[in-house]
């Protein structure tokens, strides 16, 4: 388990443009900090990560966090993934797939933890709250992340992405997953093996209730619900995700 210090405030609220040393080589992500930070209390922190092909600003600037971290008061990290174009055209190394990062086994695992204790070295972190999302392959990269460091996180949000068969290492944690029966990339069919797995996983049953608009939460004995949301935006991370994981997020914290 990954020990996120409290410390002095050393960046302030806005965009922040950050690197790191990490494998021999300058690893780079963004940080979003909500206004919050000035009433000094630890944050929470969601790690987001963009699709193959994208990057940190790119994500940053679709997937539509800032505005809903702002209001809520969480600090939103981007981090690049790897590849041969410096920040273009970047992949991360979910367990097989894709591309540059995992032609080349790249530790992504590592670089997202250090990139948590760097993170944390600059603005109070809540550690109870630290949480992950990403599309794609950013998706399919946070159900490695949940498979190897599940420890470290409170709760799960990966979109239009499925797990491999690493995930057989899991631990139980409470998960929303955010599907499209329209994906023509990672079908819906893909999706649903995955979701099958997670919920044995986490001792859910086959009845679903009514949680949010389109979303199905399913709860658990172990207290680690699944909540399936459906969409028709294909293959994309959808206008009302950021809201709905910020509000399952809010409802989970690392015991």
Known sequence: MIALALVLVALGAGDHDRSLLFGGTTRTYLVHVPPRVGEGRPLPLVLAFH???GNASGFKAYAGLDTVADREGFLVVY??????LGRRLLTWNAGGCCGY???????DV???LAVLRDVARNVLVDPARVYATGHS????FTYLLWAKRGDTFAAFAPVAAAAGPYFADA???PLLH???EKDPLVTFAMQQRTLDRVKKLNGCGDKGEDWAKGCLRYPSKNGTPVVIYVHDEGHKYPEAAPALIVKFFQEHARK
């Open 51 to 53: 699709g193959g092909g």
């Open 79 to 84: 981090p690049d993934g790897s590849g041969r």
């Open 101 to 107: 990062a995992a032609a080349q086994n790249v530790d």
């Open 110 to 112: 590592g670089f997202a």
């Open 137 to 140: 392959n950013g998706g399919a």
């Open 171 to 173: 631990k139980p944690r």
């Open 178 to 180: 955010a599907a499209s």
